[in-house]
């Protein structure tokens, strides 16, 4: 029995990096997706997951789809010559109570507005790399992590703390925290942050989490892997107090096995929820690494007893509790 006989397919969703999800309720999600017209910007969607109906955002998307703006990126394909541009999506992220959409536009403007298309606030992004975001748990506020390159390091060195309920001055923490991938606010009100490491087999990952009260210290510690392997996916619950993980693991071959699990914020209790094998092209006996797909976009669903997971373009989810 693979982890595929108990995961239940929920819709179809764009292609990651062209398309992300947020679960707004058990029977909702918002979607963010290539405009129809012009794959170089993005709209957002509501996809009612019972019904399978998908309602644009009108409101919202005729004022600010304009400002959404992908990445430029050129995708090549091994054993196949040139490159094809895409356009991925921009540092983004919604609100903890799903009213406030939160993106960096054209990596130069921070910009946040309601959903309704009737409240909008911007900042400018003022640094030569551009920065991270992640929402306060109160849906308030919004912290921008600047980041700095020095010695060949990537190092967090300031969390700006701006509010979206009306114009105030930033508050600013001076940090110093290695760079990695942010997983959202703690039950302890602390940012907790992945770091990535290498692309090799490991046996445990780092995490730090850090507070925005400059008398509170950062607290760094490594957390045991089930089993050594490569660390694809993680994601924090809704209530800031557990952890899901996605594990590349076996042997370093296509298609590759993947370990799902949950866990406390200290990799304790942790409960392994099963495998999954993935897919080359279309079929998993294939030679060739094109078209290689595996499981991805993690999310917790807002009442924690239930993770969600993409893969070949399909949405599941998968009781945990």
């Known amino acids: 029995m693979t982890l595929f006989d108990r995961a239940t397919h929920v819709a179809r969703v764009p292609s990651t990096n062209r398309g992300l999800y947020w679960w707004v309720s058990r029977e909702e999600i918002l979607l963010l997706k290539p405009a129809a017209r012009n794959s170089k910007r993005f709209s957002l969607h509501r996809l009612n997951v019972t019904t399978g109906r998908e309602t644009p955002l009108d409101p919202f998307n005729r004022k600010h789809s304009v400002r959404i703006t992908g990445n430029q990126w050129h995708v090549s394909t091994h054993g196949v010559p040139g490159f094809k541009v895409a356009y991925w999506t921009p540092e983004c992220e919604l609100s903890p109570d799903g009213e406030w959409f939160l993106w960096l536009s054209d990596r130069s403007t921070w910009v946040a507005a309601s959903l309704d298309g009737t409240i909008q606030r911007e900042w400018e992004e003022e640094h030569s790399i551009p920065s991270s975001c992640i929402w306060l748990r109160d849906s308030k506020k919004w912290v921008q992590l600047v980041n700095q390159y020095k010695r060949q390091r990537y190092t967090l060195?300031?969390?700006?703390?701006?509010?979206?309920?009306?114009?105030?001055?930033?508050?600013?923490?001076?940090?110093?925290?290695?760079?990695?991938?942010?997983?959202?606010?703690?039950?302890?009100?602390?940012?907790l942050i992945r770091h990535s490491g290498s692309r090799q087999k490991a046996s445990s990952v780092a995490l730090s989490e850090f507070s925005l009260s400059p008398e509170r210290p950062t607290r760094r510690y490594s957390i045991k892997l089930p089993e050594p392997g490569i660390l694809t996916s993680v994601a924090l619950s809704k209530s800031g107090d557990q952890l899901a993980w996605i594990l590349s693991v076996g042997q370093e071959a296509f298609p590759g096995e993947y370990l799902f699990w949950v866990s406390g914020l200290d990799g304790e209790n942790i409960g392994e929820l099963g495998r999954i094998s993935g897919r080359l092209g279309g079929s998993q006996v294939s030679t060739s690494q094109q078209n290689y797909s595996w499981p991805q976009l993690l999310r917790w669903l807002p009442d924690g007893d239930e993770i969600s997971f993409v893969f070949k373009n399909n949405l599941y989810r998968l009781q945990v509790s």
Do not use: M, Q, Y
Request: hydrophobic share 40%; net charge positive; no cysteine.
């Open 157 to 191: 060195v300031e969390a700006i703390v701006r509010s979206v309920v009306r114009p105030s001055s930033p508050k600013t923490t001076v940090i110093k925290v290695d760079d990695g991938l942010l997983l959202g606010v703690t039950h302890r009100n602390s940012i």
